[in-house]
């Protein structure tokens, strides 16, 4: 079975909104080791407040141009 890119299913994503980022940021479980970003997530929680507005920027603007 062949795929042509004209033929996949449109797919609408919602975009995120700032009070939606800073929740997630604040769930982060506390611990200090860090991923592939070498960020840890208490950095994460320490820092989320500040850093909210530009990655709620970036997200949408991903999410809309649906560039990853």
Request: glycine residues 6%.
């Given at each position: 079975?062949?795929?042509?890119?004209?033929?996949?299913?449109?797919?609408?994503?919602?975009?995120?909104?700032?009070?939606?980022?800073?929740?997630?940021?604040?769930?982060?479980?506390?611990?200090?080791?860090?991923?592939?970003?070498?960020?840890?997530?208490?950095?994460?929680?320490?820092?989320?407040?500040?850093?909210s507005?530009?990655?709620?920027?970036?997200?949408?603007?991903?999410?809309?141009?649906?560039?990853?």
């Open positions: 079975m062949s795929h042509n890119s004209n033929h996949y299913p449109f797919m609408m994503v919602a975009p995120v909104t700032q009070p939606e980022l800073i929740g997630i940021i604040n769930t982060l479980k506390n611990k200090n080791s860090s991923g592939y970003d070498t960020i840890s997530n208490e950095i994460w929680r320490l820092g989320g407040h500040l850093i507005k530009p990655l709620y920027y970036i997200f949408n603007k991903w999410l809309s141009l649906a560039i990853f």
